[in-house]
Nanobody, 118 residues
Framework: QVQLVESGGGLGEAGGSLRLSCAAS????????MGWYRQAPGKQREFVAN???????NYADSVKGRFTISTDIANNRMYLQMNSLKPEDTAVYYC????????????WGQGTQVTVSS
């Protein structure tokens, strides 16, 4: 089991920055991949960024060059630094963890709202 708790959402301005945090209930070294997804009103949940246990990082094209995903192994936390915010970044952001042993299981946080004003 992995419990995930997001924090750091809120109201930002276009061109500004916000940082999201995701606290995991177990060591990140026991998790195969962690990432961020988002869901805007009336839209499907979409991939934002992820980082694997091999430190491979992937970003959606829409956030590449503006968002940075990182982890703090010592404190079991993952972050999403969001710069150059755009109104279209407005969404509920979800933290995600994938554990592949003994079976592949995906865990989700409860989500944190990010609203970007123009």
């Amino acid at each position: 089991q992995v419990q995930l708790v997001e924090s750091g959402g809120g109201l930002g301005e276009a061109g500004g920055s916000l940082r999201l945090s995701c606290a995991a209930s177990r060591s990140l070294t026991s998790i195969n991949a962690m990432g961020w997804y988002r869901q805007a009103p009336g839209k499907q949940r979409e991939f934002v960024a992820n980082i694997t246990s091999g430190s491979r990082i992937n970003y959606a094209d829409s956030v590449k060059g503006r968002f940075t995903i990182s982890t703090d192994i010592a404190n079991n936390r993952m972050y999403l630094q969001m710069n150059s915010l755009k109104p279209e970044d407005t969404a509920v952001y979800y933290c995600n963890a994938v554990v592949v042993s003994p079976t592949t299981t995906t865990y989700w946080g409860q989500g944190t709202q990010v609203t970007v004003s123009s």
